[in-house]
């Protein structure tokens, strides 16, 4: 069991990496996820991951609860809905168009209930 929460969540870092560069695959769902899955299969996989340069730190804000950047969110925000649109819109099966309206829905709905950081480059205590 551990050995297939490793390969889904290096799978996942794979594609959340993917999506830093394609703005229609989406990176923070992939992070969680992988997150997810080494936090069960693998500590030094998971700590890797959280020590990461590129997205430890966001990723450890999120999993702390500390919350999201207003600048991440928007942005995440404004790629998913896009991406989730023309993929209805490719699509055109109706129960497909509601499975990812509410899933779209439900991440949009967690992202803007999370706390909003303030910008990195100042001081939380001001």
């Not at 803007?112 to 910008?119: A, G, I, N, P, S």
Request: some cysteine; aromatic content about 8%.
């Amino acid at each position: 069991m551990k050995f297939l929460l490793n390969l889904v969540g290096c799978v996942a870092v794979v594609l959340a990496v993917i999506g830093i560069f394609l703005p229609l695959v989406p990176t923070t769902p992939f992070l969680l996820l992988a997150s997810a899955c080494f936090l069960r299969g693998s500590e030094r996989m998971h700590r890797w991951l959280l020590q990461n340069r590129l997205f430890g730190e966001y990723l450890h804000n999120i999993e702390s609860r500390r919350g999201m950047p207003m600048r991440a969110k928007l942005i995440t925000l404004g790629l998913m809905w896009p991406s989730l649109a023309w993929s209805m819109y490719l699509v055109g099966e109706m129960a497909v168009v509601v499975a990812l309206a509410a899933v779209g829905a439900g991440v949009s709905i967690y992202i803007l209930r999370m706390k909003t950081l303030r910008d990195e480059g100042t001081n939380d205590a001001e």
